[in-house]
C-alpha cells in the first residue's frame, strides 16, 4: 500500500502577526494530539548564520533563501511525517517576488524562474496571519530598519491583492485583537479540519 504524503501547511503573513510564535507551539500541540509533525523554520532567519546585514550580499542571500525553501519543498513530500508545518515557504516565496519587484529590488531572470519552481510545489493548506499596521509597530516597539510604516502599508496592500490570486485551499486569520492560545486553538482546529476534508 502506498503511504499517504504529508499534509503540507504553509503560514505567511504580516510581520508581527504571530506566526513564527504560534508555529512552534502548533509542533507541540499537534504532536501531543498523537501526530508526527515537522516544521521547516523561515529560511530568512537561517540565511543570519551565513550572510552578514551587508547590501552587497543582498542577491546572494535572497537567492539563497529561494534555493533552501526550494529544497525544502522538494524533499519534504517525501518525510515520514503526517504534518509538515512550513514557517514561510513557496507561496510566500512566490509574494516577495512581488514585493521586491515593487521596489525594484530583484534580478528578473533569478526571480522569474524561481517563481515558476515555487508554483509546482504549493502546500496543501495556506494559513495567512494579518495585522494591522499599528499592531505590527506596537508589537515590534516601533519602526525597525526594514519594516517600516510605509513598507507595512505596501505588505499588506498587496497581500490582500495577492492572496485573493492564489487558488488553493487558505484561510485569512487577523489576530489584532487575539490572544496567544485563542490564535493556537483557532489554527490547530482550521489544520485538524483540513486533514480529516483532504482529498483521498
Not at 77 to 103: E, K, M, N, S, T
Request: charged letters at 25%; proline letters at 4%; aromatic letters at 12%.
Amino acid at each position: 500500500m502506498t503511504r499517504q504524503k504529508p499534509f503540507i501547511v504553509e503560514l505567511t503573513g504580516t510581520p508581527e502577526a504571530g506566526k513564527t510564535t504560534i508555529i512552534n507551539l502548533l509542533h507541540k500541540r499537534l504532536s501531543d494530539l498523537g501526530y508526527k509533525v515537522k516544521v521547516y523554520p523561515e529560511s530568512a532567519e537561517e540565511s543570519k548564520q551565513f550572510f552578514p546585514r551587508d547590501p552587497d550580499c543582498t542577491s546572494d542571500s535572497k537567492l539563497w533563501m529561494n534555493v533552501l525553501t526550494l529544497k525544502h519543498l522538494i524533499e519534504a513530500p517525501y518525510q515520514d511525517y503526517d504534518i509538515i508545518l512550513f514557517d514561510r515557504g513557496a507561496v510566500d516565496r512566490i509574494f516577495w517576488i512581488y514585493l521586491d519587484l515593487l521596489y525594484n529590488d530583484f534580478s528578473l531572470e533569478k526571480d522569474i524562474s524561481l517563481e515558476l519552481f515555487f508554483k509546482e510545489y504549493l502546500p496543501d493548506y495556506l494559513i495567512i496571519f494579518k495585522v494591522s499596521i499599528e499592531e505590527a509597530l506596537r508589537r515590534r516597539g516601533g519602526e525597525g530598519h526594514i519594516v517600516t510604516r510605509n513598507f507595512l502599508n505596501d505588505y499588506n496592500r498587496l497581500l490582500n491583492t495577492f492572496i485573493n490570486s492564489i487558488r488553493i485551499n487558505k484561510s485569512i486569520l487577523c489576530t489584532d485583537n487575539m490572544n496567544i492560545e485563542e490564535v493556537l486553538n483557532v489554527t490547530t482546529n482550521l489544520i485538524l479540519e483540513n486533514i480529516k476534508n483532504r482529498p483521498s
